[in-house]
């Protein structure tokens, strides 16, 4: 039982750039997440899906999409990087909206 | 964005000492919950306590809530070096989506 699995761990862009963050979860979770974390400004929540079929914009969907491809998988594409958007991301799963979350280990994003 | 407040900022006890950490909003709270972040990883989550509950209890962590004064602590009792991390809450409102804290971060020294 991996919990939720996302890749990469580590990524260095070029502004202009673009990259998908994969996201999957094992635990037959409806509810998936995108955070970002930067120093001192907590977690912030880019997109969420409540359940398949569903996506909804968070705090800071700003040059991001996303893209719940199934029950399982939740990808988090950047078109165009840019250097405001080096962060840590972290993909996440709950079983319904509002219930605790399972966390990834995280992908730290430098876009030079 | 509305962001729960968590105090203190940073903490710094000896192993053995008991650990307190206190998260409060301004909206209504549904449940509450609390993480642990260890560097370089990901959140574990620990605790949810309900609107409806009071105190809950899992091993060396104690959470309470008062949602007349729209707060909650975490416990944690005996602290070890282990436990050294950063500890974030998070209220579910009453629209389910999660408002987190800024972390609280605790360096229990040997």
């Known amino acids: 039982n991996a919990g939720v699995t996302q890749t990469p761990k580590f990524q260095v862009l070029k502004t202009g750039q673009s990259m998908t963050l994969q996201c999957a979860q094992d635990m037959n979770h409806n509810s998936m997440y995108w955070y970002r974390q930067d120093p001192g400004m907590g977690l912030r929540l880019i997109y969420y899906s409540a359940s398949e079929g569903t996506t909804d914009k968070g705090e800071v969907p700003n040059g991001y999409n996303v893209s719940r491809l199934n029950k399982r998988e939740f990808s988090l594409r950047l078109e165009s990087a840019a250097p405001s958007q080096t962060s840590v991301y972290f993909c996440?799963?709950?079983?319904?909206?509002?219930?605790?979350?399972?966390f990834g280990s995280g992908t730290q994003l430098s876009v030079l | 964005s509305q962001q729960g407040e968590e105090d203190p900022q940073a903490l710094s006890i000896q192993e053995g000492e008991n650990a307190t950490m206190n998260c409060s909003y301004k909206?209504?709270?549904?449940?509450l919950q609390w993480y642990r972040q260890n560097s370089g990883r990901g959140l574990v989550h620990l605790i949810l306590?309900?609107?409806n509950e009071r105190e809950k209890h899992s091993g060396r962590l104690r959470v309470t809530l008062d949602t007349s004064k729209k707060s909650s602590s975490l416990l944690i009792t005996a602290s070890r070096a282990a436990d050294t991390a950063s500890y974030f809450c998070a209220n579910a409102g009453n629209n389910r989506k999660l408002i987190w804290g800024l972390g609280t971060s605790l360096a229990v020294n040997p």
């Open positions: 306590i309900r609107s």
């Open positions: 909206t209504s709270i549904n449940n």
């Open positions: 996440a799963s709950s079983a319904w909206t509002g219930e605790y979350l399972f």
